[in-house]
């Protein structure tokens, strides 16, 4: 990119970094951000804990520099979060409604721009003039397409590293002195912090591209098999760009275990020794490795996220049933994308009962019940020796249900079905009309039992008093 004097004013203007060099409480800023962010490789911290780390930061200023900063904690935080400062991501983890903060890319590369203005012991140059050349031998090698181009240089090799073990034989052992070791340890150190901070640009660049494609989802009007063309197509064209590969690479290189190992004696190795203890580092590079893991295991997070809401969209199996509610929601979704840059000025622009529905499920709970208390007397009354007529108890007709079903089972021995009319010429009735309901209701509880309404029978018996009655009802078939 060419530094002309548009490109700087379009920076100055718009970029992060640059906004917060020129802001009023830059030291702060940066210096907070860089102690609770950078230094220990925190890829993301809750609200609560960065505000409590923030006001104790604002209290040790206070009686240390005499420094009055008026607003609370999470004013400022809410500050550094907006489009006007963007210095800090707020978002929403899965499953957790506390919000999280963590650093923009641009802020860290502000602050590693401020830490490199900080005077260094010595400035190295013989390790990244051997860098420059190991890398352009390396490029030179690597796109040789004559293979006996390349034997010859590997040959080369060969007798060079032959005649050093020669030389290393005869006693002739060169050692690195105390400033190449220092030299080589700075260019170390600051590769390893570059690269802990490249990681969260390119987790930014992942995230970026999960933010289009929701807009694109939240826009599209045509077919879905177009709009997953065009997904897909953007995913792949990210994964095969040169970043996307060169990640890849790197995060394959940084999971063999053997690697791991490798890298694990190397820094116990360098750590040990007395020009690298002169210099007091960073006892973290010792296990920096195990940062890149992390930082990158938070990308791979975010891309996870971007497939899981491709994978939402491909399980929507309703999209034709539910039209007129997606449309209702694609029309929310663009008013929102299109106000995203005209946010309201008031703190409080809309207001909701409450963050999700209140739900009571009638069934779930016990119908009421009224409890009933008996209430005892303990006084005997005394009758008035009137004479009560005591008939009624002698007249009530018990039906043997048992009996009755015994007889039917009885009459099916010898056949296989038996009309009721059939049966009580067999059994007569003793109970009159009490009787012939039983019989009904067996019928009724028996599958094997027809009702055929299309003839009748007509049923007669001889009640208590002697009078003769008769009934009339659809013929009753009892089966086997």
Do not use: C
């Not at 060079?160 to 260019?187: H, N, P, V």
């Amino acid at each position: 990119m060419s530094l002309d004097y548009t490109t700087l004013d379009a920076l100055r203007r718009s970029h992060p970094a640059w906004r917060l060099l020129l802001a009023d409480h830059a030291p702060l800023v940066a210096s907070f951000l860089n102690r609770v962010f950078v230094l220990p490789n925190v890829r993301g911290m809750a609200q609560a804990e960065l505000v409590s780390k923030l006001e104790d930061e604002l209290f040790h200023l206070r009686e240390s520099q005499g420094i009055s900063f008026t607003k609370p904690a999470a004013d400022y935080l809410h500050d550094w979060t907006q489009e006007s400062h963007g210095w800090l991501r707020k978002y929403y983890p899965p499953g957790s409604d506390e919000a999280h903060f963590d650093l923009t890319p641009s802020t860290e590369k502000a602050i590693a721009w401020l830490d490199s203005l900080t005077q260094r012991a010595f400035v190295g140059t013989e390790s990244r003039l051997m860098t420059v050349f190991e890398l352009l031998r390396q490029m030179v090698e690597g796109s040789d397409a004559n293979p006996d181009a390349r034997i010859r240089e590997l040959e080369k090799r060969k007798s060079e590293i032959d005649a050093e073990i020669a030389r290393i034989r005869d006693g002739e052992l060169a050692l690195l002195d105390e400033t190449a070791l220092k030299d080589r340890f700075q260019q170390v150190s600051a590769t390893a912090r570059e690269l802990l901070a490249d990681f969260r640009e390119v987790e930014q660049n992942f995230r970026t591209l999960d933010r289009s494609t929701r807009e694109r989802i939240a826009l599209w009007e045509g077919a879905k098999g177009g709009l997953l063309e065009s997904i897909f197509g953007e995913r792949d064209a990210i994964a095969d760009s040169d970043q996307g590969k060169s990640f890849r690479a790197f995060w394959d290189f940084l999971m063999s275990p053997q690697r791991q190992e490798e890298l694990s004696a190397l820094l116990k190795a360098v750590f040990e020794l007395q020009a690298v203890r002169a210099l007091e580092p960073d006892a973290r590079l010792k296990r920096v490795h195990y940062d890149w893991l992390e930082a990158g295991e938070h990308t791979q997070r975010t891309v996870s996220l971007l497939s899981q809401q491709l994978r939402r969209f491909l399980d929507d199996q309703v999209w034709l049933e539910n039209r007129r509610i997606m449309e209702i929601i694609h029309h929310i979704e663009a008013h929102a994308l299109a106000l995203r840059d005209y946010l309201p000025k008031e703190p409080t622009f809309m207001e909701i009962d409450d963050v999700a529905p209140s739900i009571e499920l009638p069934m779930e709970r016990p119908l009421f019940s009224v409890l009933v208390k008996p209430v005892l007397t303990d006084q005997i009354l005394v009758g008035d020796d009137t004479q009560v007529a005591a008939d009624a108890l002698f007249d009530h007709v018990v039906v043997d249900k048992a009996r009755l079903a015994a007889q039917v089972r009885h009459a099916l021995q010898t056949r296989q079905q038996i009309t009721l009319g059939e049966l009580l010429a067999e059994f007569p009735m003793e109970h009159g009309l009490a009787e012939l309901v039983t019989y009904l209701a067996l019928a009724s509880e028996d599958k094997k039992a027809l009702f055929d309404e299309a003839n009748y029978d007509a049923v007669r018996w001889i009640d208590g008093g002697g009078t003769s009655r008769s009934a009339s009802l659809p013929r009753v078939i009892f089966n086997r």
